[in-house]
């Protein structure tokens, strides 16, 4: 079975800087999507950017990156120029690769991002 | 489009009590999630259904939980006795088996069982 692994369960940053949220994973697939979704207070899952593993090239998505390290099984994501209304629940989730279909995703415990002025 | 519906939003009943909530999934899609969050163990899924048949159902935690599908854009999960113990958002989302797997989310509902 695959878990993630999502370790810090609080970040802060200042407007305008940079943070990044770390996730791991374990999986013994070798094609499989990576998401990060983002859950304000309105709890409404929103999904920030996703990351095919048969690409080698990180995803971007505006202000929001990933870092992907396949052989390290490591998904991180990067906000630049951070906003105050980023401030939010962050989870990473797996899912496998099927062709054609669709399977469940698999999520991180979350991190609180938090944006200060 | 309208993205996915769930009803009700915020659901108060008593122990004991049987609970229904709701899910219409994007038009199209042809497969729905359902996935309960708690503080406790966080985001995990219940079940979910390709073309309206339960594919996965080992995340239904005991027989009280049930879920149907009767047909592409209604679902309903229900809990007969509820127990506080369910207390809970759960979420509903739907995709389409073609693409990268993006899950769009409904906004949940909020289950408390006093």
């Known amino acids: 079975a695959q878990t993630v692994t999502q370790s810090q369960p609080e970040m802060s940053v200042q407007e305008a800087e940079t943070v990044t949220l770390s996730c791991t994973y374990d999986?013994?697939?070798?094609?499989?999507?990576l998401f990060w979704y983002k859950q304000p207070p309105s709890r409404q899952m929103i999904l920030v950017i996703r990351?095919?593993?048969?690409?080698?090239q990180n995803a971007t998505e505006n202000r929001f990156s990933v870092n992907f390290q396949k052989a390290a099984k490591s998904f991180s994501l990067k906000i630049s120029d951070s906003q105050l209304g980023d401030a939010a629940m962050y989870f990473c989730a797996y899912s496998s690769y099927l062709t054609g279909t669709a399977s469940k995703l698999t999520f991180g415990t979350g991190t609180r991002l938090q944006v200060t002025l | 489009d309208a993205g996915v519906i769930q009803s009700p939003r915020h659901e108060v009943t008593e122990m004991g009590q049987e609970v229904t909530l709701r899910c219409k999934p994007i038009?199209?899609?042809?497969?729905l999630f359902w996935y309960r969050q708690t503080m406790m163990r966080g985001l995990e899924l219940l079940i979910y259904f390709n073309n309206n048949v339960p594919i996965d159902d080992s995340g239904m935690p005991e027989d009280r939980f049930s879920a149907k599908m009767p047909n592409a854009s209604f679902s309903t999960l229900k809990i007969q006795p509820s127990e506080p113990r369910d207390s809970a958002v759960y979420f509903c989302?739907?995709?389409?088996?073609?693409?990268?797997?993006?899950?769009?989310f409904g906004p949940g509902t909020r289950l408390t069982v006093l």
């Open positions: 999986t013994s697939e070798s094609d499989y999507y």
């Open positions: 989302a739907s995709t389409v088996g073609y693409t990268y797997n993006e899950q769009f």
């Open positions: 038009s199209g899609h042809d497969y």
């Open positions: 990351q095919e593993a048969y690409k080698q």
